[in-house]
């Protein structure tokens, strides 16, 4: 890992009239990782989305991540085949330390301060997580990477994305798809008819089963008001271009109440 001292490296050039948000938090599957492999971790898709993920910060963005780990391990897979529900998640949220590990050395090599806090203990390569802490290296300038999920078995990254985002008062939470360009009312894979969704509130998906985040994740998106950008990876520049107010993709929200 090419950890450099920050003491050794300028701090980036931030232009906060540029951002959209003050703080977010971007959730990534494992598959986002790939490339056009099969499985495990391309280095040179894993360059570029470091590389959005720099501008990002440049832009005056405090900047958190959370990396799921489909491309290594799917617990819920081993569960089906017969493994221990539990430990199968547990194995997966190892299996998220790996893809934190990949991240950061891809960010520090573009000279990006970081920091991993896991919720399971990983003392060599990581900091527990610590919500205060959190914040205070978000406030530094540094982008935070929050591995092993919520720590605890039962539970997705993507409730671990909306439970970090929550914590940290994140503005919203910037999704990144694998192959989709934003929420459509049914499968683009295997249905030609369905229609993409560039608006709808979290009850909305709720109660149309769609496919966007884990229940539970949404429910405590919705319960909170937190809006969710879903947008796709395809285009290099998408996480840019969310992060600064661009409208693309899919904006799930809930309208505040008045009073």
Request: proline share 5%; with cysteine; aromatic share 4%.
């Given at each position: ?7 050794e490296v300028a701090p980036?050039?931030?232009d906060?009239?540029?951002a ?10 494992g598959e ?6 099969a499985?495990?971790v391309?280095p040179?898709?894993?360059e570029a989305?470091?590389r ?10 405090e900047t958190a991540?959370?990396?799921?780990a ?5 617990g819920?897979?081993a ?6 529900r ?25 000279g990006?301060?970081?920091r991993?806090l ?13 919500r ?11 982008i ?6 919520t720590g605890n ?6 409730t671990a994305?909306?439970?970090?985002a929550l914590?940290?008062g ?12 934003g ?15 560039p608006?709808?509130t ?6 149309r089963?769609l ?13 909170n008001?937190l809006p ?12 840019e271009?969310v ?5 693309i ?8 109440r008045?009073?």
């Amino acid at each position: 890992m090419s950890a450099q001292p920050e003491s050794e490296v300028a701090p980036p050039d931030v232009d906060p009239g540029r951002a959209a948000f003050r703080r977010v938090l971007l959730k990534l599957s494992g598959e986002a990782l790939m490339g056009d492999q099969a499985y495990g971790v391309d280095p040179e898709r894993v360059e570029a989305i470091a590389r959005e993920v720099k501008r990002v910060r440049e832009d005056g963005v405090e900047t958190a991540l959370v990396l799921g780990a489909g491309n290594i391990y799917r617990g819920l897979e081993a569960a089906a085949e017969g493994m221990d529900r539990a430990t199968a998640d547990y194995s997966g949220m190892l299996a998220t330390v790996l893809n934190c590990l990949t991240m950061q050395d891809a960010l520090e090599r573009l000279g990006t301060h970081t920091r991993i806090l896991s919720a399971i203990t990983v003392s060599e390569v990581a900091e527990p997580y610590i919500r205060r802490r959190a914040i205070r290296h978000l406030e530094k300038g540094r982008i935070v990477i929050f591995a092993a999920g919520t720590g605890n078995p039962f539970f997705t990254t993507d409730t671990a994305a909306a439970l970090r985002a929550l914590e940290i008062g994140a503005e919203a939470i910037l999704m990144g798809k694998n192959g989709v360009d934003g929420v459509y009312d049914g499968d683009p894979a295997v249905d030609a008819d369905a229609a993409f969704l560039p608006e709808l509130t979290h009850r909305e998906a709720l109660e149309r089963g769609l496919k966007v985040m884990d229940t539970t994740a949404l429910t405590l998106c919705m319960d909170n008001g937190l809006p969710i950008h879903v947008f796709g990876l395809d285009d290099e520049r998408n996480i840019e271009r969310v992060a600064r107010g661009e409208r693309i993709g899919t904006i799930i929200s809930t309208p505040r109440r008045t009073p």
